[in-house]
């Protein structure tokens, strides 16, 4: 059954404590591995997609990284302003599925 | 500024009524598609469009339509069939159809059922 796990389910730093967030999947035939962000009450913010084992891309204090089971989302001296939930969702041609979100707090 | 619009922000139903969910993208994209998001569950797809004039069934669309005659809207009714439709609805769209394009949110529309 195609699954997508993402832990832990929510994560509390100081700011400034760097962490990661895992994304555990398995799609068959996954094209695609998406990050978002989402804030309360609203829609989910676009971050990444990376499409094959070995890929980073970063865009200021994330870095997502994919191997063939799973993707990480790491986070560099967080900031109060990074908390939100951090969703992740595996794409293959006939489908998109989401985990359920990493609940992300950063304290000052 | 570029991009996709969900009305109204708060939607409130009684039993027994139908409501229609509005969904308008101006980014070109051929691909529109319906989640609902509930608390503890990943987002759930309802219905997805391709092209216009054309939509099929996500896992969950029981209780609900949709039509997609223009290409920038793909508005989502829920009917008095949806036995649950308390939930956070979010309408996406991609640039081409299917699902290893990366999609595009919109800022949702949170229906209560009275």
């Known amino acids: 059954e195609d699954q997508v796990t993402q832990s832990p389910e929510a994560l509390r730093l100081q700011e400034g404590e760097s962490s990661s967030l895992n994304c555990s999947y398995t799609?068959?035939?996954?094209?695609?591995l998406f990050w978002y962000r989402q804030d309360p009450g609203k829609g989910p913010e676009f971050l990444f997609t990376?499409?094959?084992a070995g890929e980073e891309k970063e865009k200021e204090r994330l870095k997502a990284t994919l191997t063939k089971k799973e993707s990480f989302l790491h986070i560099t001296a967080p900031k109060p302003e990074d908390s939100a939930t951090y969703l992740c969702?595996?794409?293959?041609?006939?489908?998109?599925?989401f985990g359920t979100g990493t609940l992300l707090a950063v304290q000052p | 500024d570029g991009g996709i619009t969900q009305s109204p922000k708060y939607l409130f139903r009684k039993e027994g009524q139908n409501v229609t969910l509005s969904c308008e993208q101006n980014?070109?994209?051929?691909?529109m598609y319906w989640y609902r998001q509930d608390p503890g569950q990943g987002l759930r797809l309802i219905y997805y469009?391709?092209?216009?004039?054309?939509?099929q069934k996500g896992d969950i669309a029981e209780g609900y339509s949709v039509s997609r005659e223009k290409k920038e809207s793909f508005p989502l009714t829920v009917t008095s069939a949806q036995k649950n439709p308390t939930a956070f609805y979010l309408c996406?769209?991609?640039?081409?159809?299917?699902?290893?394009?990366?999609?595009?949110f919109g800022p949702g529309t949170r229906l209560t059922v009275l």
């Open positions: 980014l070109n994209h051929d691909a």
């Open positions: 469009s391709q092209i216009v004039n054309d939509f």
């Open positions: 990376l499409y094959s």
């Open positions: 799609v068959s035939g996954l094209r695609g």
């Open positions: 969702g595996g794409g293959a041609t006939n489908k998109l599925i």
């Open positions: 996406a769209s991609s640039i081409s159809p299917g699902f290893t394009d990366t999609q595009y």
